[in-house]
């Protein structure tokens, strides 16, 4: 008899779970004039607007899929043209041409590998080198920069 009752107790709490209320109306958003409407691409004023400018970029998680050239416009950043920034202001040096740059995979360290060009030694080169390592900084901010030597 016990196992009856509880049956029939939780038969009857399902079924009236089950029944939510007697309106048949559903909410509708475009009668709805109590708060402004935010997913409409309207004006306050309920009209289409012709001025709502370029949806482009909209999504900052959206994959970028224009090119990875030189000439791409896009804000991402590539490191392949990190790299020629990097090797454009090396070989620009009178003291030093480019051999390897390379970034870490975390994207946050370059290391710029020269070699000398002429022959200069000690203070000289050290002054060169840390003029090297400004511009390279003052380019490319947003990496610690090492710079070898070969």
């Keep these: 008899m016990k196992k009856w009752m509880v049956v ?3 038969s009857v709490l399902m ?3 089950c029944q939510k ?6 909410y509708n ?3 709805d004039v109590s708060n402004p409407n935010y997913m409409s691409n309207r004006n306050s004023d309920n009209r289409p607007d012709g001025k709502m400018g370029t949806m482009s970029d909209q999504n900052p998680n959206f994959l970028n899929l224009r090119g990875t050239s030189l000439n791409d416009q896009s804000n991402r950043n590539n490191f392949g043209r990190d790299i020629d920034i990097a090797r454009d202001i090396v070989n620009r040096t009178d003291n030093f041409s480019s051999d390897s740059i390379w970034i ?3 994207g946050d360290r370059m290391t710029v590998t020269v ?3 002429g022959t200069i030694n ?5 002054k060169a080198i840390d003029r090297l390592h400004k511009k390279l900084e003052t380019a490319l901010p947003r990496y610690a920069i090492e710079i070898r030597e070969k």
Excluded at 21 to 26: F, M, Q, S, W, Y
Excluded at 122 to 126: I, N, P, V, Y
């Design 8 to 10: 029939l107790v939780l």
């Design 29 to 31: 958003l475009r009668n």
């Design 104 to 106: 870490n995979n975390a």
């Design 15 to 17: 079924l009236a779970a």
């Design 122 to 126: 000690g203070k000289e080169r050290d």
């Design 115 to 117: 070699n000398q060009r």
């Design 21 to 26: 209320g007697n309106d048949n109306t559903a």
